[in-house]
């Protein structure tokens, strides 16, 4: 998968939407698959999105289904999170990954990690 490089972190007041972006350098086949997680001081890291790589499938966390969707373009070897909505405990460091396992709770596997993009939902 190469280097993952995030973008689009922000600060915003609640309600308020970002989309974040993911880049590779390429999708590989050892990697299936791409997913957003989030970690917040004191708490667990948390995998809020993922998608199989090529396919429509996804996965989202009950938080944030019908708030977040995530995309990808093949192309452009990108994955994105648009987030709507957004809520104060939407806060954290969100890491864009590449894994390769698939399963029915989604993206499995972490390999590659991004260094991070901070989101921060004030209310």
């Known amino acids: 998968q190469g280097p993952l490089v995030e973008s689009g972190g922000g600060s915003v007041q609640a309600g308020g939407s970002l989309t974040l972006s993911c880049a590779a350098s390429e999708f590989t086949s050892s990697r299936n698959c791409m997913g957003w997680l989030r970690q917040a001081p004191g708490k667990e890291r948390e995998d809020v999105a993922s998608?199989?790589?090529?396919?429509?499938?996804?996965y989202y966390a009950g938080s944030v289904r019908g708030r977040f969707t995530i995309t990808q373009d093949n192309a452009k070897h990108s994955v994105y999170l648009r987030m709507e909505g957004l809520k104060p405990e939407d806060t954290g460091m969100y890491y864009c990954?590449?894994?390769?396992?698939?399963?029915?709770?989604?993206?499995?596997?972490?390999?590659?990690w991004g260094q991070g993009t901070q989101v921060t939902v004030s209310a």
């Open positions: 998608i199989y790589i090529g396919g429509s499938e996804t």
């Open positions: 990954a590449a894994g390769t396992r698939w399963y029915w709770l989604g993206c499995d596997a972490y390999k590659d």
